[in-house]
Nanobody, 114 residues
Framework: QEELVESGGGLAQPEGPLRQTCAAS????????WGWYRKGLGKQRELIAY??????YGDSFVKGRFVISRDNAKNMVYLEMSDLKPEDTGVYYC?????????WGQGTPVTVSS
């Protein structure tokens, strides 16, 4: 059974860092492209970055501040977040990309506030 479990969220200070982790089970991470999605308050879930052979940042607002990576051996996908801004607040999910294809996990909430 395919399952995605995100973790790493929490309360962060503006300009601070956070690291999101996505554990994928029941599937082989190396065979797909993976992305991180964000659902802001009152907004639709949107793809902010994804990685195949190389990372692609669909949201120019996060480019230069977020880094997406994968560890095929561990079946994990990561999102390193830095220089956080209040606009980054939301629930973060991982899934295949650029089109999602797996049942969504619970996501990991991020709140950026002083």
């Amino acid at each position: 059974q395919e399952e995605l479990v995100e973790s790493g969220g929490g309360l962060a200070q503006p300009e601070g860092p956070l690291r999101q982790t996505c554990a994928a089970s029941g599937m082989i991470v190396s065979r797909r492209r993976w992305g991180w999605y964000r659902k802001g308050l009152g907004k639709q879930r949107e793809l902010i970055a994804y990685v195949g052979n190389s990372p692609i940042y669909g949201d120019s607002f996060v480019k230069g501040r977020f880094v997406i990576s994968r560890d095929n051996a561990k079946n994990m996908v990561y999102l390193e977040m830095s220089d956080l801004k209040p606009e980054d607040t939301g629930v973060y999910y991982c899934n295949t990309a650029p089109e999602w294809g797996i049942q969504w996990g619970q996501g990991t909430p991020v709140t950026v506030s002083s």
